[in-house]
């Protein structure tokens, strides 16, 4: 059989433009349930990176003695390089500490006046690529031989040559971790709901049109004849539904993360054209499965004739 | 063409069969009317052999082909050699009636060509040829039964089924109708009305089978609707 897909092509159009209240109907609810699942996206992605930028925080610092040997200390920086999961190190010296104190207590300058000397020891600074299994790297740290000819302490270096803010870590990763499983659930939530929304509302614009299939059937359609207009209707309504959703979220965060940025300086708060693309691959991807989905079972109901 | 043997359908068990043992043979070309009071089994005969409905026992041929046991994807092709007018009009309210005419030759695959000469052809036959843009809600019920007969013949089928075509018309238009179709079996095509339009098919000395309660109770060629019953 010769049939053009210009002719499908035709009939949904033509079908989307006559159909014009119902299509409307579930284009928006389309657009608004899609506009939500998008907007949770971007939100909890941004929860995200900030979440991400204190964890990011967690970082080993080793203290050294002041008359440590700057062999020994090149050989434990050596050691610690190799170390999985140490993303970097940094040597920190007495003078480069002594101005980060004055830096940060630059509002009662009378402290640094006090001080004879420079008191403030040089130390190694370990930034991680997993923060969250900061104990594995400072376990290495303590088995390293070459620790104990640097340290102060070298019986327990725990006590006071290693400061990684043991307390803090396990409470923030405890809390960041429930951020993140909830932003999850909530988003998988949000995600079903509209689904189903959407699904159902693809359904009921079928449903208005049952006899339709019937007649379709007593005139000699086959199934797929019938099939193919309404799943590219469909997927037609899906798609202007996400890419209006889509749109309007890009045209939104082009406006609020600017003023977010000026209102919220000691927050990161960005979207990256990463996060984009995943969103819209996210609501397109699932707005035309759904589309196909309630409209193949729809018709699929009203074809036993 | 059409041969039914002891076909019975029977819709709710324990009840009353809507059809029992029907037998009969209708040869190529025929013009046979379907006589009853409503209730007789008329629409059940006509669904039957559109297989719209699948007999509870016997046997149905068209053309030589057993329709009980055709596979049900098999059925839209039945159907394209069956044309079917119903009392309801049965039209697709969101075409016109160009478009409901040129439906039944895109769902065989004519290409636009033979649909743009074809439709306003049968539309003229059936005398619609200024309505071809109207929507069925802008049309009279004749008109209607009019697109839904150029719908019905458009593909030229060798058999034609009529359920009730002028039930719902005046009796003027009814008379249109039905020379409608008797111009239709002229050109060759079988066709079956199941009727209770008595003048109708007085008028028509064409031949009658009348049911009662579900059984043929009269067969007869050139026939009248009935006795004075």
């Given at each position: 059989m010769a049939i053009s897909p210009g002719y499908f092509l035709r009939e949904t159009w033509s079908s989307f433009r006559r159909n014009w209240v119902m299509s409307l109907v579930a284009v928006s609810i389309i657009y608004i349930s899609l506009l939500l699942v998008g907007a949770f996206f971007l939100t909890s992605s941004v929860l995200n990176e900030i979440v991400s930028s204190f964890e990011a925080k967690v970082q080993v610092q080793v203290f050294l003695k002041d008359g440590a040997l700057p062999a020994d200390v090149e050989s434990l920086q050596a050691d610690i390089q190799k170390i999985p999961n140490v993303k970097s190190i940094t040597y920190i010296t007495k003078a480069q500490a002594l101005e980060r104190f004055k830096e940060r207590t630059k509002n009662t300058p009378q402290l640094v006046e006090q001080l004879r000397g420079n008191p403030l020891p040089a130390s190694i600074e370990v930034a991680l690529s997993k923060p969250r299994e900061v104990q594995g790297v400072v376990d290495a740290i303590v088995k390293d031989a070459n620790?104990?000819?640097?340290?102060?302490?070298?019986?327990?270096?725990?006590?006071?040559?290693?400061?990684?803010?043991q307390n803090v870590v396990e409470n923030l990763f405890k809390a960041t971790g429930i951020v993140r499983v909830f932003a999850a659930a909530f988003l998988i939530l949000l995600l079903v709901v509209s689904l189903v929304l959407i699904g159902n509302t693809i359904r009921l614009a079928i449903y208005s049109r049952r006899r339709e299939i019937g007649i379709m059937r007593l005139v000699g359609a086959s199934n797929w004849f019938i099939r193919t207009p309404f799943l590219l209707e469909g997927v037609l309504q899906s798609l202007i539904g996400s890419v209006l959703a889509l749109l309007t979220l890009i045209a939104a965060q082009a406006f609020i993360v600017p003023w977010l940025q000026d209102n919220l300086k000691f927050l990161p708060v960005s979207i990256?054209?990463?996060?984009?693309?995943?969103?819209?691959?996210?609501?397109?991807?699932?707005g035309i499965l759904i589309g196909l989905l309630g409209s193949g079972t729809a018709v699929r109901r009203y074809l036993k004739v | 063409?059409?041969?039914?043997?002891?076909?019975?359908?029977?819709?709710?068990?324990?009840?009353?069969?809507?059809?029992?043992?029907?037998?009969?043979?209708?040869?190529?070309g025929e013009f046979v009317f379907i006589v009853g009071h409503s209730g007789s089994g008329k629409s059940t005969f006509i669904r039957l052999l559109m297989r719209e409905l699948i007999p509870t026992t016997g046997q149905i041929t068209i053309a030589g082909q057993d329709i009980i046991s055709m596979k049900s994807w098999k059925v839209p092709f039945l159907r394209r050699n069956i044309g079917c007018v119903f009392q309801d009009f049965?039209?697709?309210?969101?075409?016109?009636?160009?478009?409901?005419?040129?439906?039944?030759?895109?769902?065989?695959?004519?290409?636009?060509?033979?649909?743009?000469?074809?439709?306003?052809?049968?539309?003229?036959?059936?005398?619609?040829?200024?309505?071809?843009?109207?929507?069925?809600d802008e049309?009279?019920?004749?008109?209607?039964?009019?697109?839904?007969?150029?719908?019905?013949?458009?593909?030229?089928?060798?058999?034609?089924?009529?359920?009730?075509?002028?039930?719902?018309?005046?009796?003027?238009?009814?008379?249109?109708?039905?020379s409608l179709l008797n111009r239709i079996n002229k050109t060759g095509t079988t066709v079956l009305v199941a009727t209770h339009d008595r003048e109708m098919v007085d008028s028509m000395r064409k031949r009658v089978i009348a049911l009662e309660n579900g059984r043929i109770i009269r067969d007869q060629s050139r026939g009248v609707y009935g006795y004075g019953d």
């Open positions: 620790l104990a000819k640097v340290v102060k302490n070298p019986d327990d270096p725990l006590a006071s040559d290693i400061r990684y803010g990256g054209g990463l996060t984009v693309a995943q969103l819209a691959a996210l609501l397109i991807f699932s | 063409m059409i041969s039914m043997k002891n076909v019975s359908k029977v819709y709710v068990p324990d009840k009353p069969p809507a059809l029992t043992d029907v037998d009969c043979e209708i040869a190529q049965k039209l697709l309210p969101n075409k016109t009636a160009y478009e409901n005419v040129a439906y039944a030759l895109e769902v065989i695959g004519k290409s636009r060509h033979v649909i743009a000469t074809q439709v306003p052809e049968v539309l003229r036959l059936v005398g619609l040829e200024d309505k071809t843009d109207s929507y069925p049309l009279s019920g004749g008109e209607q039964q009019r697109v839904s007969i150029a719908r019905a013949f458009v593909n030229r089928p060798p058999l034609l089924l009529a359920d009730e075509p002028t039930g719902n018309l005046d009796p003027a238009t009814s008379l249109g109708i039905m």
